[in-house]
Nanobody, 120 residues
Framework: QVQLVESGGGLVQTGGSLRLSCAASGTFSLINPMGWYRQAPGKQRELVAVIQSGGRTNYADSAKGRFTISRDNAKNTVDLQMNSLRPEDTAVYYC??????????????WGQGTQVAVSS
């Protein structure tokens, strides 16, 4: 089992910045990838960014050039630096990981979500 704990959400004005952090704990052999998804009211959950243990990243088009994902493999943490925030970035942001247990069976895990609100 893996537990993901997020922090860093809040309310910010258009053009502002926020940094989300997520820490994984529990029993696992490997976590890969880690990342962030978001879900706005009335919409489906969507990818924001993911990062592999080797550093390869994948961003949603809406996040490219504004958001930066980073990861500390030793600490099992993943951060999302969000700059130039827009009202359409308002959503609940969920930390995500795919983790492998001691027999290398892999499962998806989600954090509880953190609210990001961007005012116009």
């Amino acid at each position: 089992q893996v537990q993901l704990v997020e922090s860093g959400g809040g309310l910010v004005q258009t053009g502002g910045s926020l940094r989300l952090s997520c820490a994984a704990s529990g029993t696992f052999s490997l976590i890969n990838p880690m990342g962030w998804y978001r879900q706005a009211p009335g919409k489906q959950r969507e990818l924001v960014a993911v990062i592999q243990s080797g550093g390869r990243t994948n961003y949603a088009d809406s996040a490219k050039g504004r958001f930066t994902i980073s990861r500390d493999n030793a600490k099992n943490t993943v951060d999302l630096q969000m700059n130039s925030l827009r009202p359409e970035d308002t959503a609940v942001y969920y930390c995500y990981c795919h983790a492998f247990n001691q027999i290398y069976a892999g499962y998806d895990y989600w954090g509880q979500g953190t609210q990001v609100a961007v005012s116009s």
